[in-house]
């Protein structure tokens, strides 16, 4: 069984910085996109960073230049520093990964409980 397992959530100013961490466990034998969703009330969860394998990333244009998504394979972690952070960033964070079962060449996505940021003007 695969879990995904997020922290570092909280209440923060305008301005101020948080690092999320979610990290992987259980049986598996690779885990190729790991990326960070966010979903604020009332609107639909939107795609926030992505980063492959390889260490590609991409990001949504609102967070470009403050957000920084890296992963530490070692240790099946993703991580998301979070600067500058907006009033608008406020949402629940939540962690994908696409990751390979034991005997499966095919990858699934599992998701992360999600952690609550609130950004305060």
């Known amino acids: 069984q695969v879990q995904l397992v997020e922290s570092g959530g909280g209440l923060v100013q305008t301005g101020g910085s948080l690092r999320l961490s979610c990290t992987a466990s259980?049986?598996?034998?690779?885990?190729?996109?790991m990326d960070w969703y966010r979903q604020a009330p009332g609107k639909q969860r939107e795609l926030v960073a992505v980063?492959?394998?390889?260490?590609?990333?991409s990001y949504e244009d609102s967070v470009k230049g403050r957000f920084t998504i890296s992963r530490d394979n070692g240790k099946n972690t993703v991580y998301l520093q979070m600067d500058s952070l907006k009033p608008e960033d406020t949402a629940v964070y939540y962690c994908?990964?696409?990751?390979?079962?034991?005997?499966?060449?095919?990858?699934?996505?599992?998701w992360g409980q999600g952690t609550q940021v609130t950004v305060s003007s």
């Open positions: 259980g049986s598996f034998t690779r885990i190729d996109s």
């Open positions: 994908k990964a696409a990751i390979a079962l034991l005997n499966s060449p095919f990858t699934y996505d599992y």
């Open positions: 980063m492959s394998s390889g260490g590609s990333t």
